[in-house]
């Protein structure tokens, strides 16, 4: 069955910074790959997603992800968090029931 | 479209009595999932059904737990008797054939806390 698994449960960045989440899958075949975020108190929104075609794709609030075969993963990158990206993130496979990781916790350090 | 609906957006109740939570798909949208979040097992998907029809419930916990799907337009999923445990986020959303590729639209949530 396919899977994600996000190794990361807590990463702690400064504003400013640059961010790197990790996900990596296991599918057979090209996998439809997600990545939402999830603000405390709040419902699942999706960042970006990826199917075929480039490997780089980009997303909403200034999020990319780049999806790498050979690695089996879709790590999603901002360049410069902001404070609002302290949020838990999910990256997430689809194969009619949408499976996801266990979710990394991003908080933003001033 | 209004997105996915979901009500209540909170619900306290004492342990042993029965919850009723309610969810109103997308318009057009054929599949509808519900899905719970807790701290200790993440994003759980309980069941989806397709054409308002159940198709996998092999994630619903206990014979407690039931989903219906009446119509195309809306769903429940009921807890009778509830237990502290089932304390959690509730999340339902919905797709259509031949969009999985664009990712399921989710409601805000449903949060139960049984006492």
């Known amino acids: 069955a396919q899977s994600v698994t996000q190794p990361d449960i807590h990463i702690t960045v400064s504003e400013g910074a640059s961010l790197e989440l990790r996900c990596n899958y296991s599918?057979?075949?090209?996998?439809?790959l997600f990545w939402y975020v999830q603000s405390p108190g709040q419902g699942l929104q999706l960042l970006l997603k990826?199917?075929?075609?480039?490997?780089l794709v980009q997303g909403i609030k200034g999020f990319e992800a780049e999806f790498k075969r050979s690695q089996s993963s879709f790590n999603l990158r901002k360049p410069s968090v902001h404070w609002s990206d302290a949020a838990e993130y999910f990256c997430?496979?689809?194969?009619?029931?949408?499976?996801f990781g266990a979710g990394t916790t991003v908080t933003v350090r001033a | 479209d209004a997105g996915v609906i979901q009500s209540p957006r909170h619900e306290v109740t004492e342990m042993g009595q029965e919850v009723t939570l309610r969810c109103k798909p997308i318009s057009g949208h054929d599949y509808l999932f519900w899905y719970r979040q807790t701290m200790m097992r993440g994003l759980e998907l309980l069941i989806y059904?397709?054409?308002?029809?159940?198709?996998?419930d092999s994630g619903m916990p206990e014979d407690r737990f039931s989903a219906k799907m009446p119509n195309a337009s809306f769903s429940t999923l009921k807890i009778q008797p509830s237990e502290p445990r089932d304390s959690a986020v509730y999340f339902c959303?919905?797709?259509?054939?031949?969009?999985?590729?664009?990712?399921?639209?989710f409601g805000s949530g449903t949060r139960l806390t049984v006492v």
């Open positions: 997430a496979v689809i194969d009619y029931k949408l499976s």
């Open positions: 059904f397709n054409n308002n029809v159940p198709i996998d």
């Open positions: 599918y057979g075949a090209t996998p439809y």
């Open positions: 990826y199917f075929s075609g480039d490997t």
């Open positions: 959303a919905s797709i259509l054939t031949g969009e999985f590729y664009a990712g399921y639209t």
